[in-house]
């Protein structure tokens, strides 16, 4: 019984409901671009999905309507499985008879840092909840390696963000600037994030700036709330990317500059050491020392030439990664239905033995 469902499962398409705490809105539309392509390439790639999302804003009510429509949605709709992205979202999935993936994103595992950059009480909640997520799911993803040592010892899929190369296109650098209304003659520093979020740190990003030596003629330039598809263009109007996150998963900016040749200095955080691994020109810092983040940026700076980070994240093709994806919904299917046929039999035994 079990193999003839799983031959019937991969000779078709796949449906999957995707739940999110995280979707872009009207007043928020550039939110997560990463998951939309990943849903783009998913769907590219031979996959039906329907995507559920909602804000928690840290608010129980809003995990309680978002759980409503999520069971609304099940009875309404027949579905293979249900992929779960941010461990917080899988409260709102249960009780389900169908095979959950989750994909673990960063600060789930590590808590969520407030303004004043401390550890914050909802913080331990998350990681608590994501705890329970883990132990529900079929299949665990993570975007990173290092997020394996805030989830459980059992198996994780490591499927960071992918690229879409397609939009990340090589122009020359002062046609960049002009289109941008950026100054020509100055070494512009790009910062990609939120100023106002603390984890991203911004004032840290500025005390490194301020520390360059005033011939380079450095200026920050700070690219928030723009248009997906215009990072690049900053990308390619900067001569390097300075990241100072206190905590990421698989930070996507890093990624993206590689793959428009731009030079890295960064802080030790998430994957970004072994993506910068082998790539001249970059630097990664092992703390968070201004002094010698600006040292790292002052030689980018001076050297004033590109990288060949474009070849270093070829592995990460969203086409590719959409089919890694697909093959754990496979394995997730597979393994759920292998555990219910087992827990059927044990419980055909069990009245066998009892005689009910």
Known sequence: MSVHTINATESRRLRVLMVTCEWPSPDKPFLVPFIVRQVDFLRRNGTDIDVLSFRGARNPLNYLRAWWRVHRRLRENQYDLIHAQWGQTVPTTVPTRLPLVVTFRGGEGEGIVGDDGRYTFSGYILRMVSAFAARRADELVAVSAHMRSYLPQRQVHIIPSGLDFSRFQLRPRDEARTELG???????????????????????????????????????VVAWDVPHDRIPLYMNACDA????????????????????????????????????????????????NPQALAAMLTSVLRADKRVDGRAAVQELDENLLAQRMIDVYRRAIASHAARSTKGNVAQALTRNVTGA
């Open 241 to 288: 990317l300075l990241f100072v996150s206190m905590y990421e998963g698989s930070p996507n900016v890093v990624k993206e500059a590689l793959a428009c040749n731009l030079p890295v200095v960064s802080v030790t955080v998430g994957d970004v050491a072994e993506r910068l691994r082998g790539v001249d020109g970059c630097y990664v810092a092992n703390d968070d």
């Open 182 to 220: 950026l100054p020509l003659a100055k070494r512009l520093v790009l910062f990609v994030g939120n100023p106002a979020e603390a984890r991203k740190r911004h004032a840290l990003a500025q005390q490194v700036v301020s520390r360059l030596d005033q011939s380079l003629e450095a200026q920050l």
